[in-house]
T-cell receptor, first 112, second 115 residues
């Protein structure tokens, strides 16, 4: 498995601002993923972040809104840009080890 | 569009009973199947993975896979109040024979085990 940490664990932000979420894993992994979980909903994949290449975004998510960095094999960031209340959600980082994905503790974002 | 459907909840069982959670998937090419448990306010944690038809047992948990019928289930024996959580079924289609494939989640089933 893998030990994954995320910062911040939660935040309350104002409309129109941006927040960068950090994800750190204790071992080198090729594949990292960013998910969103809206209140009472299941997980929705935002994008796949591979080191050394551009992130791959899922339908409905765009780079201008959710820019992602992946500078090395243990770290990634997700930025939520120009936030609106609809962005209030839990954002989860995930890594793949062999064939299994493991999740970080999540970042709970509230946008006022 | 690859879809994963779970039996509608919430599911409530008495302590000591067997809880049965079901999941169907639309993509016949799917090859990897996972059950995650998510406690309220926490992130999903892996319970079991299953890749071959049949049963796979791990303690009180048994995963069952039937690729012909495109369903996967999770049985929890001797259910405990601590099993109360949301259970997420996730399916992966392995593209190109590699281990990478997008993980598609079901909507989750809320399980409550009452004393």
């Amino acid at each position: 498995s893998a030990v994954i940490s995320q910062k911040p664990s939660r935040d309350i932000c104002q409309r129109g601002t941006s927040l960068t979420i950090q994800c750190q894993v204790d071992s080198q992994v090729t594949m990292m993923f960013w998910y969103r979980q809206q209140p009472g909903q299941s997980l929705t994949l935002i994008a796949t972040a591979n080191q050394g290449s551009e992130a791959t975004y899922e339908s409905g998510f765009v780079i201008d809104k959710f820019p992602i960095s992946r500078p090395n094999l243990t770290f990634s960031t997700l930025t939520v840009s120009n936030m609106s209340p609809e962005d209030s959600s839990i954002y989860l980082c995930s890594v793949q080890v062999r064939d299994t994905q493991y999740f970080g503790p999540g970042t709970r974002l509230t946008v006022l | 569009q690859k879809e994963v459907e779970q039996n509608s909840g919430p599911l409530s069982v008495p302590e000591g009973a067997i809880a049965s959670l079901n999941c169907t998937y639309s993509d016949r090419g799917s090859q990897s199947f996972f059950w995650y448990r998510q406690y309220s306010g926490k992130s999903p944690e892996l319970i079991m993975s299953i890749y071959s038809n049949g049963d796979k047992e791990d303690g009180r948990f048994t995963a069952q896979l039937n690729k012909a019928s495109q369903y996967v289930s999770l049985l929890i024996r001797d259910s405990q109040p601590s099993d109360s959580a949301t259970y997420l079924c996730a399916v992966k289609f392995n593209a190109g024979g590699t281990s990478y494939g997008k993980l598609t989640f079901g909507q989750g089933t809320i399980l409550t085990v009452h004393p």
